[in-house]
């Protein structure tokens, strides 16, 4: 099935450090999105990305559909301490026709601690 | 305005209890999905209605039964569910089965 590979896993950072993580896959994905997860609360949509190359910033966040629609990477600029929590890549699963039917293909996630 | 709103916020339960978590959305969606997710582990797919009805079961146990009265709307009943089924309960909704998806604030789940 369907994997995505996202990375680092963790990251540890000084406060107004930039921050970059990624995610690759061996198949093409059509939409990629981006959410972070605060703990105990639910994910929230970050960026969404629906076509190739495409470049979409939110605030200090910027996202990029790769080229080849096999991956994608998340940068956050000069970090601050509520930037902390769980990022997490996503994209539509499609079946082998291609067809996408509502289940969503996750990264493993990416925890992200601010030192002040 | 993307707001999924997901009650009780926290619920503690026992093995042989029957409860049940709501979610609601306003915005239009036809699509409404049930996700489980452990701690630092990413949501699970559990259930998706389309236009009310069911269109995916991802192999849920029994013990699991949700249910859409209507397109704003969707319950997950919950009966004789084992400790292993404490989690993180997350509800999402999008446009279409096929359109970006939105979540809820999610429910924590404690079976004793």
């Known amino acids: 099935g369907q994997q995505l590979n996202q990375s680092p896993q963790s990251m540890f950072i000084q406060e107004g450090e930039d921050v970059s993580m990624n995610c690759t896959s061996s198949?093409?994905?059509?939409?990629w999105l981006w959410y972070k997860q605060d703990p105990g609360e639910g994910p929230v949509l970050l960026i969404a990305?629906?076509?190739?190359?495409e470049l979409t910033s939110n605030g200090r966040l910027t996202a990029q559909f790769g080229i080849t629609r096999k991956d994608s990477f998340l940068n956050i600029s000069a970090s601050i301490p509520s930037d902390v929590g769980i990022y997490f890549c996503a994209g539509p699963t499609h079946n082998a026709g291609g067809t996408s039917y509502g289940k969503l293909t996750f990264g493993q996630g990416t925890i992200l601690t601010v030192h002040p | 305005d993307t707001e999924v709103t997901q009650t009780p916020k926290h619920l503690v339960m026992g093995m042989t209890n029957k409860k049940s978590l709501k979610c609601e959305q306003h915005m239009g969606h036809r699509a409404m999905y049930w996700y489980k997710q452990k701690a630092k582990k990413p949501p699970e797919l559990m259930f998706v209605y389309s236009y009310e009805k069911l269109s995916i079961n991802e192999s849920v146990p029994s013990r699991f039964s949700p249910e859409c009265p209507n397109s704003s709307l969707l319950n997950l009943h919950l009966h004789a569910l084992q400790p292993e089924d404490s989690a993180l309960y997350l509800c999402a909704s999008s446009q279409g089965h096929t359109d970006t998806q939105y979540f809820g604030p999610g429910t924590r789940l404690t079976v004793l």
């Open positions: 198949s093409i994905f059509n939409t």
């Open positions: 990305l629906y076509k190739a190359g």
